[in-house]
């Protein structure tokens, strides 16, 4: 291994993390949260992260677009988590 692989694989890990902290930032407005309270915080951060995962593996790019299409229709984020037959 040489002394850039360490260096690619931290840079990746970090614009993996700024991604996903941009999209929970703007997307879903996580710094305006109400909920402050033991361990409400880091469960609604989970709910958010399940989210956008979710709509990265269906192929959207946009969230905030994937996330209006899916609130459109409560069978559609069902049948995104393969829990429809």
Not at 46 to 52: D, K, P, S, Y
């Amino acid at each position: 291994m040489t002394g850039l692989q360490p260096a690619a694989w931290v840079k990746g890990h970090w614009k993996i993390k700024n991604l996903l902290h941009h999209v929970r930032d703007r997307t879903f407005r996580e710094g305006d949260s109400k909920i402050h309270v033991g361990r409400l915080p880091r469960i609604m951060a989970g709910l958010r992260n399940l989210a956008i995962g979710v709509h990265r593996q269906d192929g959207h790019t946009n969230i905030a677009a994937a996330l209006r299409h899916t609130a459109r229709d409560c069978y559609r984020s069902l049948t995104a988590l393969g829990l429809t037959g």
